[in-house]
C-alpha cells in the first residue's frame, strides 16, 4: 500500500521542478541602425504569454536600463521565457525552463549590459546548471554580435543557426529547414529598403511555419501560439516597446502564426505589464496538495475494500 501511494506522490509532484519545451522555435534579432533588439516565438505550447516592463528612473549617464521580459504563464506559475535589454540585446531561453530560469537569464543579461560578447553571454547563462544539456539558448546584441546554445539532451530535432544580426534556435522541430528558412526569410526582409525590425521577425515566424514547424502540431498548423516583440532604446533612460501576441490555438485550429500576420498587419497590440513581472505561485499549485491527499485517499479506500473482499 505505501509504495503505491509513493508511487502517486511522485507521479503528482514530478510535474513541479520543470515544463519542458516551453518554446519551440524563436528568433533573437538586432537592427544596428534603428538601435532595436527584438524577438519571436512560434510553439505547440498553449499556455499564454506576457510581456512586462520595468523601468529604472530619471534620464541621463545615471538612468538605470530599462527592461522587457516576456514570460509564459505556465502550471508552476510564469517563468521568463526572454528579456529585451534596449540599447544593449536580447536574450531568449527555451526547450526545458523551470522557475530558475530568471536567475539564469540575471547572470546573462548582467554580461550583456557589461559589454560582453555574446558567447560571453551564453557562457554566463549555461553556467553551474545541472541540466544544462536540456535548455537552449539565443542571444543577439547590438555591438557584440549573435550566439546561440542547444544541449544534447534537447529532442530531435533540435539546433540553431545564426547570421550577423539575428540567431534562430528550435527544438522538436519537424527538422532542420525550420530554422534555415526562418533565418532566411529575416535576412531577406531586412534586405529591403524601409524594413523594420519587427517586419523581418514576423516573417521568420512565417518561413519556419511554412515548413512545418513544431512536429507536436498538425503540419498545416506548425504551432499552437505565437508572438513577437522589439524594444527599442533612446540612450537617455526612456524606451518604447512593440508587443504582440494572439490566443491559444488547439490541435485543428488556426495556425497563430497566421493570426500573428494579420493582427500585426492591421496595427494591434496587447497590453504591457509596467513594473511587474506577475511571478509568484499559480493558482492550479493551490490544489495540488489536495490533489495529492485524495489520491492517498483513493489508495487507501482501495486497499481496504480488497482486504475485506478476501477476507473468509
Known sequence: MWAAIALLLTVACAGGATTPSSGTWSIVAVDVDAAEVGVALATCVTDDFSLSQSTGGGPGDNAEPTIYQVNIDSFLGDMELARLLPGHGVIAAQAQVDPRNTDRIDRAARHLLAGASARDVIAAATSDDSSLQTRQYGVATLAQGTANFTGTENLDWAGAVSGPSASVQGNILVGPAVVDAALEAFDEVMERPGALLSDGLVASL???????????????????????????????????????????QSA?????????????????????????????????????????????????????????????
Open 206 to 248: 512565417e518561413a519556419g511555419a511554412m515548413e512545418g514547424g513544431d512536429r507536436r502540431c498538425p503540419r498545416e498548423q506548425a504551432a499552437l501560439s505565437a508572438f513577437v516583440t522589439v524594444a527599442r532604446g533612446s540612450g537617455q533612460g526612456d524606451s518604447s516597446v512593440r508587443w504582440l501576441t494572439v490566443p491559444a
Open 252 to 312: 485543428g485550429e488556426q495556425n497563430p502564426v497566421t493570426l500573428l500576420r494579420q493582427a500585426y498587419d492591421a496595427g494591434k497590440s496587447s497590453p504591457v505589464e509596467v513594473n511587474g513581472t506577475g511571478s509568484g505561485w499559480h493558482p492550479a499549485l493551490l490544489g495540488l496538495p489536495a490533489l495529492v491527499l485524495a489520491l492517498a485517499a483513493a489508495v487507501v479506500v482501495f486497499w481496504l475494500a480488497r482486504r475485506r473482499a478476501t477476507r473468509p
